[in-house]
């Protein structure tokens, strides 16, 4: 009786499990998309990267998205949503679009205010072949489908050569890994957080066209711009470079980071910092939220035009202090920038939940008027543990 059921498994498997069945060709495999709202309508602009199989180079990119040499083919649709646009597709792409292998996807800013990426949470979470962990950025003062007709050099798919610019720019920023939609939505789903993305702005010189990608890459080219803050759902504000690289540090998501412009005496530092280490102690000081900021590593001196001898222990300790001050000044800008905009960005209120479960439950109604008067102690304390090939400043007297 088994073998009889076995068989019987068998042969209906053989017989049914090819109906869905689509082959590789059949496909067009979306790498990128974006999401922009048309202003004075309801409709929506879905922008589609999808991989040109006969594309050898991105060599030309014409100024509807690709020419027949381009690695991938960028075409738009519209519809009142994400679904119907998708829908539209069918009558322009020849192939069914797939999307189990995005790198990313950009939000136009008008989008990301008016309307709200609860939108794109909706459908992502819907749709059995998103993955959720792609890239997702706010294009920064123009739309998703100006950004994803951007062509660069040095990377014949744009796609690849924005999740790889993630990855190199992660050491400026200070971002151990990236930002992605499934991060937005953690932060919108739980209580009192709000999302953050990453900006992408198109930093093109003026009148320039994808042809000239052949010139060089400042003529036709883009770059991360800070991060873009959510109150709930709606883009409400950017933090700047040094405000967002504040933020990442109260997050605990640096592994290694470069400070370029640390001041010292008759100029500037460069150092890069690694082994960081991170803690934030809360205690209540007469009935208010104290938060204790502990940030601790190890860092090796890049470059300096500093008029001190680091030989001399005393002017490395002013290098120390010119490091640290400019960790605490990043890190007092984020917190700054919450305060201005009204909102717990930063998120002290998931260590405050942590550590203080019962008060908590008594203030999260009203949890920002409690954290406007807290007492937020930073303790930066970096140690510079190597000085590279030289030890003293190339311009000090021999």
Known sequence: MKR???????????????????????LAIVVAMGVDQ????????????VI????????????????????????TTRGKTLVEAIDHAKN?????????????????????????IKRIFDFVERDEQMRMQFLTFVAKETTAKDLMSVFTPLDENPAKSVRDRVRIASGSLGISGH??????????????????????????SEGSDNTDILKGINEHSFSLDGLAVFKDDKLIDWMNTKE???????????????????KCEGGFAGVRIHSLNESIEVNLKDNKPHFTVHLDGKGYLLETSCDMNISNPDDFKKLRLAVNNELTEEIQLA?????????DVVGFSEWFHNQEPEKWKEWKEDWFSHLKEAEIELNIDIDITNTGMRYDA???DE
Not at 9 to 16: A, F, H, K, Q
Not at 65 to 72: H, M, Q
Not at 179 to 191: C, G, H, K, M, P
Not at 244 to 262: C, E, H
């Open 38 to 49: 048309i202003k004075e309508s309801d409709d929506l602009e879905v922008s589609f990267q």
């Open 92 to 116: 322009i792409a020849p192939r069914r679009l797939f999307f189990s292998h995005m790198y990313y996807m950009i939000v136009g800013e008008e989008f990301a205010r008016e309307t709200g």
């Open 244 to 262: 967002s690289q504040g933020w990442v540090f109260l997050n605990n998501m640096v592994k290694d980071r470069t400070i370029f412009d640390a």
């Open 4 to 26: 009889l059921l076995f068989l019987f498994l068998m042969l209906l498997s053989v017989s049914s499990g090819c109906g869905d069945k689509m082959e590789l060709d059949q």
């Open 335 to 343: 917190i700054d920038k919450s305060m201005d905009l009204g909102f």
């Open 179 to 204: 930002i992605n939609l499934a991060d937005a939505i953690r932060a919108y789903v739980r209580e009192d957080h709000h999302p953050i993305l990453l900006g992408l702005k198109d930093i093109s």
């Open 52 to 75: 040109n199989p006969h594309g050898a180079s991105a060599r030309v990119a014409t100024e509807g998205g690709g020419s027949e040499d381009a690695s991938v083919y960028t075409f």
């Open 394 to 396: 190339v311009n000090e």
